[in-house]
């Protein structure tokens, strides 16, 4: 039986196959997932909001995307101190208050896209925007995401493709 580590907002989590990462209650935030197919290891990151801390804050606040991307980097290297091929995937960043003037889901797709972007990182899969909350569910073993909509059942958002060497 795999062992289930939930990852709460403003979380960063990593693990190898015998781990499944499980976020849940993804309003306006995004989580991002990344994958090491050749080394089968994983990280999830539960982003609240837009950007990096401010300054005099605690750096390593990983509730800002800019913070939880380099922690989640971070838990990826390899000994070599390289960051390995990831196969990311977004989801989350719903207006579920479906206030007409909200912004912070947007920022926070955008902040997250930006920032992964900056860092030359693919996205393979996206799961993003709506009104909607979300869950997401990932096997690390088996390098694939499952996410639910609402009430619906989990369906899946991403497998990998690729090969460990």
């Known amino acids: ?7 709460n907002t403003g ?8 781990i499944l990462l499980n976020s849940g209650a993804i309003g306006s935030c995004v989580v991002i997932t990344a994958y090491d197919f050749e080394n089968r290891i994983g990280a999830m990151a539960h982003v609240m909001l837009p ?3 401010p300054e005099g804050k605690n750096l390593k606040n990983t509730k800002y995307a800019v913070n939880a991307i380099n922690e989640l980097l971070t838990l990826m290297k390899k ?5 390995c091929q990831l196969e990311t995937c977004i989801i989350g960043g719903a207006n579920v208050l479906k206030r007409p003037n909200d912004t912070i889901a947007k920022s926070n797709i955008d902040s997250v896209e930006k920032w992964l972007d900056e860092k030359s990182i693919n996205v393979c899969a996206k799961a993003i925007g709506g009104f909607e909350r979300r869950t997401v569910l990932f096997d690390i073993e088996k390098g694939s995401i499952f996410f639910t909509v609402g009430d619906s059942k989990p369906k899946p958002l991403w497998q990998t493709t690729s090969k460990p060497k």
């Not at 000994?79 to 960051?83: A, C, R």
């Open 1 to 7: 039986m795999k062992e289930v580590i939930y990852v």
């Open 11 to 18: 979380e960063v989590k990593s693990g190898d196959a015998g």
């Open 51 to 53: 950007g990096s801390t």
């Open 79 to 83: 000994d070599d101190g390289k960051v």
